[in-house]
């Protein structure tokens, strides 16, 4: 579970990125939190990543300090862009997460590649792997300890709409396997609204939440044939819609 | 393949083009040896130059490791050390800008004519290309890899070894296709303001005797030695940064 609580960030020069922020996310619970850039999304990932400290107020993860929790290997992130060393193979680039963190039950990194459609790809080096592929080695590398949260800042957002539509399916069906509780930061709201549980409504200046749609269940499997979901999902756009400024919602 | 052929190609035109000058301007020997002549030094002298050659090599390998090491210890002290560098920074570049010459007639005046100042010279010639790209390289390193690693509560050391030494190798590489020809330029230059052995000092012999072939020969000997060293951090170019060419 994570707590956070009348949560502030304040940077140098005054920048308020967060202001009071509340939230609780529940064990296997998948929240997005979704925004228009400068809302403190990121801020507020980083800090639930042990990467950055609030100012103010209380942040735990699983009932421990952010940092506390990275030391017993119970975080994995996974940016955009995706952290990979570009002179380890993808096989490689995932042990490398093991050589750090020493948890029992881990994945073996094999299966995982074998798992995510990379098993012909495992002795591939990032450059040599599409954009997709580094984005789903990306993932592995932030799963194969099996951490109980994963934190996901905008792990799609470099990607064309197919390859992204795709990967977000493919994202829901690995995380319905691992029931893990997953932090989503997000601009796309089709991709809140088919992966979440919960959506965090941000505004920017300073960050805050905004509000918090719960997602129906029929709207998160990613079902674009049957009309139902499609209803429920269109219904769902247009609170987001309305509750964002236009011009900031991607 | 292409490329080893135009190498070849070059090796063999210098030596051509010399000769065709030889033969249609007709210089003076003092002036522009002919190859044959050059080559017959190379030759009958073998055994001199030799010995001359490995006490140079000597002298730059062994500033070239001290170099490294300095210069691989700061990087690293660099590294960790937040603000090291800020602090260092002004007098790395106070001593990168004395000049050596005089830098090298004090080491011989305090330190006599001994190896010390010609390995002094090296290490101060080869450091600062090593350190710069070193430096450079380890900076280099993807924050969001270092970030994925902090929230795997990696220790600095393990940041160093796994994340940032293998993004800082092709800048690490590339100094030394400077640097390891440099300290054979350097070692020469040593020994030509101060030596009795060495490349440098068969070039200062051969100029007051104005032996104009033993000049060239020294130059051959000289490139040939400095072509090596570039040949060798091609190799090792090759070895450790093969994954950029799967």
Known sequence: MITVSQVSKHFSGGTVA?????????????????????????TLLRLLAGLDTASSGIVTVGGLAPIEACRRGAIGVAFQRPALVPSRTALENIQLTLEIVHRPGSFAPEELLRQFGLAA???H????????????????????????????DEPFGALDEMTRESLTGWLRSVLAETGQTVVLVTHSVEEAVTLSHRIVLMRPHPGRVQSIV????????????????????TSLRRQLHAALPAETVA | MKAGFSFLLVLLAVPALWQIIVWVFEPKPAFLPPPAMVAGVLWSERTSLLGHTFTTLSEAVIGYAIANAIAFGLAVFFFHVRGAERVATPWLVVLKNVPFPTVA???VVVMGDSLGPKLIIVVLVTFFPILANLNKGLKSVDPGLVDRMRTLHATRWQIFSKAAWPASLPYYIAAHEIAFTGSIIAAIVAEWLFAQRGLGFLIVQA???????????????????????YALVGLAERHVLRWQRA
């Open chain 1, 18 to 42: 967060l202001d009071t922020v509340d939230l609780t996310v529940a064990q296997g619970e998948f929240v997005s939190l979704l925004g228009p850039s400068g809302c403190g999304k990121s």
């Open chain 1, 121 to 123: 790809f495992r002795n």
């Open chain 1, 125 to 152: 080096y990032p450059h040599q792997l599409s954009g997709g592929m580094q984005l789903r080695v990306n993932i592995a590398c932030a799963l194969v300890h099996r951490p109980e949260i994963l934190l996901l």
């Open chain 1, 214 to 233: 719960t997602v129906p269940a029929a709207a998160r499997t990613g079902d674009w044939t049957n009309p139902a979901v499609v209803s429920e999902v």
């Open chain 2, 105 to 107: 007639s004090i080491l």
């Open chain 2, 207 to 229: 100029s007051t005797q104005f032996r104009t072939d033993r000049l060239f020969a020294v130059t051959i000997v000289a490139s040939g030695l400095a072509m090596l060293a």
